[in-house]
């Protein structure tokens, strides 16, 4: 079995005769199921040569049926056998009951001018079913599950190459940081860096910075590196900002708190010895988060880190109290914090 969180995902040749692919990465489902049509067809066969069912509606019967039967003016025909319930221990609500008897018969014997591939959106198979031990052993599965930032980095690089852009490990770094690690969201936001980029410049950390829709947990890192670097002007504009798309100073402040935090334990944690990709874990962040707040800890010591955490919750406390106004109480720490030195 081929796991998405640690192998290449390329498609091997020759083409097997049945792909199970399962996880609840839906857009890398979408994305290997492209492939591997790609793969098994050419471009004017797909019109007579591909069929899709889906197994909430249609018999496993009716499928296998086409499966079985030769290809139509080319050498290879795909079978797509949707939400294959079946595979699994989650409920489901299908018109119609499926016989897995039938496929089981099936990869006995498969069709040689056929690519059969099962999807089942699910997070794990149930492997107690005869059915499921036996495709584990006779089709190629594809576990779709949580990524490895290396396959990630290869599936953004191909997006960005699509475009004639370069992606470079700066801007994928900054691009996970900005977006998180939604597929779909990655893939569209890369996509709109090549485009903006073409040719002309590599998709960097710089692009990303200027390009990407921006997460809150980004807007408020940069609010944090502003703050250090005591751009007090900046870092007030930037707040106001936020609270003019209706961001609560509250959750600002939350999220300020936080990120002091996460500097100050990774620079505990350095001077410790710790690796980054250990503190990591220790934390629970992504390694680059934990790469930016090194970065962070070059312009504060953990005692100055120390003294804006008492400050954030200071603050917080005197806005819960109705001791201080909520915007005029954020303002004023950002104040106190820039001035520590």
């Known amino acids: 079995m081929v796991k998405a969180k640690n192998a290449d995902l390329s498609i091997q040749k020759p083409l097997a005769p049945v792909y199970l692919l399962f996880g609840k990465q839906d857009y890398l489902i979408r994305l290997m199921e492209k492939n591997l049509i790609n793969e098994a067809l050419e471009g004017e066969d797909r019109d007579f040569n591909l069929s899709t069912y889906d197994m909430l509606k ?24 949707e939400n294959s319930y079946f595979l699994a221990s989650e409920r ?13 018969q099936y990869l006995q014997n498969p069709s040689p001018g056929t690519v059969l591939l099962l999807v089942a959106p699910y997070e794990k198979l149930d492997r107690r079913k005869k059915l499921v031990k036996t495709l584990e052993k006779s089709a190629r599965v594809y576990e779709l599950n949580g990524l490895s930032d290396h396959t990630l980095y290869q599936i953004l690089s191909q ?30 936001e890369a996509g709109k860096c090549a485009l903006y980029c073409g040719r002309e410049r590599p998709v960097d950390r710089e692009v990303v910075l200027e390009i990407c829709s921006r997460s809150l ?14 751009k007090t002007a900046e870092a007030l504009h930037l707040v106001h900002e936020l609270i003019s798309m209706k961001e609560e100073p509250l959750k600002l402040l939350a999220l300020l708190e936080r990120q002091f935090r996460i500097t100050y334990q990774v620079a505990c944690y350095r001077d410790a010895g710790f690796t980054q990709r250990s503190i990591a874990g220790k934390i629970g962040v992504h390694p680059y988060a934990v790469k930016l707040a090194g970065e962070q800890t070059r312009l504060y010591t953990p005692s100055m880190l120390k003294y804006a955490l008492e400050k954030c919750t200071e603050t917080d406390y005197q806005i819960k109290t109705g001791q201080a106004d909520k915007i005029l109480a954020l303002e004023l720490l950002i104040h106190r914090i820039s001035e520590t030195s």
């Open 159 to 188: 997006i960005v190459a699509s475009y004639g852009a370069v992606y470079t490990k700066s801007g994928h770094e900054q691009l996970v940081a900005s977006v998180g690690t939604d597929l779909a969201r990655l893939a569209s």
């Open 58 to 81: 249609v018999s496993l019967e009716t499928a296998l049926e086409d499966a079985d039967t030769i290809p139509f003016l080319g050498e290879k025909k795909a079978v797509i056998l």
């Open 92 to 104: 489901a609500k299908p018109k119609v009951e499926q016989n897995p008897k039938k496929l089981e």
């Open 217 to 230: 947990e980004t807007n408020v890192f940069l609010l944090v590196n502003k703050v250090m670097q005591k």
